[in-house]
C-alpha cells in the first residue's frame, strides 16, 4: 500500500490514467476473487446444510441460522460500508473486508458447535457485505467509462460460475473431507486476494464529511429487521414477534430519513433515488433477482416431489441455468456499451419469463431435454439482463457517488432474493402439490414486471 498520504485524496483513477497494465490485472483479479468466495460461500453453505445439522447434532431449523446469520449480516450493512468507501476509501473497505471474510472462513472451519459456526458466519457476513458494497465501485474504477459494461459483465460471469460450481465443489470436499474445509479452502483464496489488493487496488476520492455511527445503526435496524420480519411471516412465524420487528423496522426508517435529511451522501441515498433511471434500475434488480430466487427455490421440490427426480439428477438438470448465465455475461457485457440497457435487460427479462413459464407447464413425464432446454432459456434470459443493468445503475449516478449506488446494486440483489424466497414458501403454505408451479408462475410475473420497468428507461422523460 502507499505511503504517501496525499495519495488517499487523490481524485479516481480508471484504467487508463493511473494503472499499469499489470496493475490493471492483479486490481481486477483481486476483485473478481473476493466476489467469487462471497458468492460461491452461499452456494456451498446451502448445499452443506444436511451435513452439518448431523455432524453438530442440531436440527433442520436451527442449523438454518448458519445461512441466516450470514445473509441478515449482509443486507443489514451493505449500505453502511457503502458509505464508509466513500470516507475512508473503497480500496480501503474491500481490502478489510476481504482480510475479514478469509479470518472468519477460519474461524467456520475451526467450530466445533453451532453457536461458534453462527458467531463466525456473522463475521462472514460482516466481510462480505465490505466486499459486495463496493465491488462495483471498483469495477467502475478500474475500466474506464466505455468499458464499464465489460467490466460489469466479468462481474456477472464470476458469480454465476460460482453460482454453477458451487453445489459441484461443495459436493466433491464432502465426499473426501468434513464440512469444516468448505470453509478452509476460502483461506488460501482470501490471502491471494487480499495480497493483491493492496499492491494494485487504486485509491478513489474521499469525502470530506464523518462517518454517521447512529444512522448506520438505524440503517442495520431498518433492513435487518425488515428482512427477518419477512422470513418469520413466510415460515409461518406467529404474528406478534412479525409486527414487532416489522415496527422497529419502520421506526429506523422513519429516523434514519430524518436524520439524513439535507445530508450531501445520506447512507440511505435517497438523493440518488431521484433520478428515474437509477430508480427503474433498481427497481428491475429487485424484480429480476426475485424471479430468480422464485425458480432456484421452487424447481428443486418440482423437479424431485412431483417429477420424481433424485436429489443429484435435480442438481445436474438446473446446472444448464447458471452455466448459461456465466456463457451470456461476457457476451452482453461489451453489447451494453454499445446499445441501451433498457432494451436489453427488457429482453432479456422476457426470455427469462418465457423461461419460468415454460418449466411452470412442465408435463407429468417431462424427459431429460425438457428439462435442460428450460432451463437454458432462463439462464439465457437472465445472462442477457444481468451485465447491461448493472451498467445502467453504475453509470447513471455521479463518480463521486458510486460507492452509494455500489451498495444500492448489492441491496437490490438481497432483497430481491430474499423476496423471492419467502414467497416460495408462503405458495406451500397454500398447498404443497400446486406450490412448486404457482411459484414459478409468480416468477414469471416479477421476471415480466422488471421488463417493463426496463424498458420504460428508455422514455426520453425518464432518462
Known amino acids: 500500500?502507499?505511503?504517501?498520504?496525499?495519495?488517499?485524496?487523490?481524485?479516481?483513477?480508471?484504467?487508463?490514467?493511473?494503472?499499469?497494465?499489470?496493475?490493471?490485472?492483479?486490481?481486477l483479479v483481486a476483485i473478481l476473487l473476493s466476489v467469487a468466495m462471497a458468492t460461491l460461500d452461499t452456494a456451498i453453505a446451502n448445499t452443506a446444510l444436511p451435513?452439518?445439522?448431523?455432524?453438530?447434532?442440531?436440527?433442520?431449523?436451527?442449523?438454518?441460522?448458519?445461512?441466516?446469520?450470514?445473509?441478515?449480516?449482509?443486507?443489514?450493512?451493505?449500505?453502511?460500508f457503502a458509505a464508509s468507501g466513500e470516507i475512508l476509501g473503497h480500496r480501503?473497505?474491500?481490502?478489510?473486508?476481504?482480510?475479514?471474510?478469509?479470518?472468519?472462513?477460519?474461524?467456520?472451519?475451526?467450530?466445533?458447535?453451532?453457536?461458534?459456526?453462527?458467531?463466525?458466519?456473522?463475521?462472514?457476513?460482516?466481510?462480505?457485505?465490505?466486499?459486495?458494497?463496493?465491488?462495483?465501485?471498483?469495477?467502475?474504477?478500474?475500466?474506464?467509462?466505455?468499458?464499464?459494461?465489460?467490466?460489469?459483465g466479468?462481474?456477472?460471469?464470476?458469480?454465476?460460475?460460482?453460482?454453477?460450481?458451487?453445489?459441484?465443489?461443495?459436493?466433491?470436499?464432502?465426499?473426501?473431507?468434513?464440512?469444516?474445509?468448505?470453509?478452509?479452502?476460502?483461506?488460501?483464496?482470501?490471502?491471494?486476494?487480499?495480497?493483491?489488493?493492496a499492491r494494485a487496488l487504486p485509491h478513489t476520492e474521499r469525502h470530506g464529511h464523518g462517518f454517521d455511527r447512529l444512522a448506520a445503526l438505524l440503517c442495520a435496524g431498518l433492513f435487518g429487521c425488515a428482512v427477518l420480519g419477512f422470513e418469520s411471516l413466510s415460515h409461518g412465524g406467529a404474528g406478534m414477534p412479525v409486527g414487532v420487528e416489522w415496527t422497529v423496522a419502520a421506526t429506523c426508517?422513519?429516523?434514519?430519513?430524518?436524520?439524513?435529511?439535507?445530508?450531501?451522501?445520506?447512507?440511505?441515498?435517497?438523493?440518488?433515488?431521484?433520478?428515474?433511471?437509477?430508480?427503474?434500475?433498481?427497481?428491475?434488480?429487485?424484480?429480476?433477482?426475485?424471479?430468480?430466487?422464485?425458480?432456484?427455490?421452487?424447481?428443486?421440490?418440482?423437479?424431485?416431489?412431483?417429477?420424481?427426480?433424485?436429489?443429484?439428477?435435480?442438481?445436474?438438470?438446473?446446472?444448464?441455468?447458471?452455466?448459461?448465465?456465466?456463457?451470456?455475461?461476457?457476451?452482453?457485457?461489451?453489447?451494453?456499451?454499445?446499445?441501451?440497457p433498457g432494451l436489453l435487460g427488457g429482453i432479456g427479462l422476457v426470455i427469462f419469463g418465457v423461461g419460468l413459464g415454460a418449466l411452470a407447464r412442465l408435463p407429468a413425464h417431462a424427459a431429460v431435454i425438457d428439462i435442460a432446454w428450460r432451463t437454458a432459456v432462463c439462464g439465457a434470459g437472465f445472462g442477457f439482463f444481468q451485465a447491461p443493468n448493472l451498467r445502467a445503475l453504475m453509470g447513471s449516478v455521479p463518480a463521486r457517488r458510486s460507492g452509494s449506488a455500489s451498495g444500492v446494486v448489492a441491496t437490490?440483489?438481497?432483497?430481491?432474493?430474499?423476496?423471492?424466497?419467502?414467497l416460495v414458501a408462503l405458495c406451500f403454505h397454500l398447498g404443497a402439490a400446486v406450490a412448486p408451479a404457482l411459484a414459478l408462475w409468480l416468477g414469471c410475473a416479477f421476471a415480466l414486471a422488471g421488463s417493463a420497468a426496463s424498458v420504460l428507461r428508455l422514455l426520453p422523460a425518464l432518462r
Do not use: K
Not at 298 to 321: D, H, N, R
Not at 412 to 422: C, D, K
Open 253 to 340: 426508517g422513519a429516523l434514519l430519513w430524518r436524520r439524513q435529511a439535507g445530508h450531501p451522501a445520506p447512507m440511505l441515498p435517497v438523493d440518488l433515488f431521484r433520478s428515474p433511471a437509477f430508480s427503474l434500475s433498481a427497481l428491475t434488480a429487485i424484480c429480476a433477482f426475485a424471479a430468480q430466487s422464485f425458480g432456484f427455490v421452487a424447481l428443486p421440490f418440482l423437479l424431485q416431489a412431483t417429477l420424481g427426480y433424485s436429489a443429484v439428477a435435480t442438481g445436474l438438470l438446473m446446472t444448464p441455468w447458471p452455466a448459461v448465465v456465466a456463457l451470456m455475461a461476457p457476451i452482453a457485457g461489451p453489447l451494453a456499451d454499445r446499445h441501451p
Open 154 to 197: 466479468m462481474n456477472a460471469l464470476v458469480v454465476g460460475l460460482a453460482f454453477t460450481v458451487g453445489p459441484t465443489v461443495a459436493s466433491a470436499v464432502l465426499a473426501v473431507a468434513s464440512w469444516h474445509w468448505l470453509f478452509l479452502i476460502n483461506v488460501p483464496v482470501g490471502v491471494v486476494a487480499v495480497w493483491f489488493a
Open 51 to 80: 451435513t452439518i445439522a448431523t455432524s453438530l447434532r442440531v436440527s433442520e431449523a436451527q442449523v438454518i441460522w448458519v445461512v441466516n446469520a450470514y445473509q441478515l449480516a449482509m443486507v443489514a450493512l451493505l449500505l453502511p
Open 412 to 422: 437490490s440483489r438481497l432483497l430481491g432474493q430474499t423476496l423471492g424466497a419467502g
Open 1 to 27: 500500500m502507499s505511503t504517501d498520504p496525499s495519495a488517499a485524496l487523490a481524485p479516481p483513477l480508471s484504467a487508463t490514467d493511473g494503472l499499469t497494465g499489470r496493475q490493471h490485472v492483479l486490481a
Open 92 to 152: 480501503r473497505v474491500f481490502a478489510a473486508g476481504t482480510l475479514l471474510f478469509t479470518v472468519a472462513s477460519l474461524a467456520c472451519g475451526l467450530a466445533g458447535s453451532l453457536t461458534a459456526l453462527v458467531a463466525a458466519r456473522i463475521l462472514q457476513g460482516l466481510g462480505g457485505a465490505a466486499i459486495m458494497s463496493v465491488n462495483m465501485t471498483l469495477i467502475r474504477v478500474v475500466f474506464p467509462a466505455s468499458r464499464l459494461g465489460r467490466g460489469a
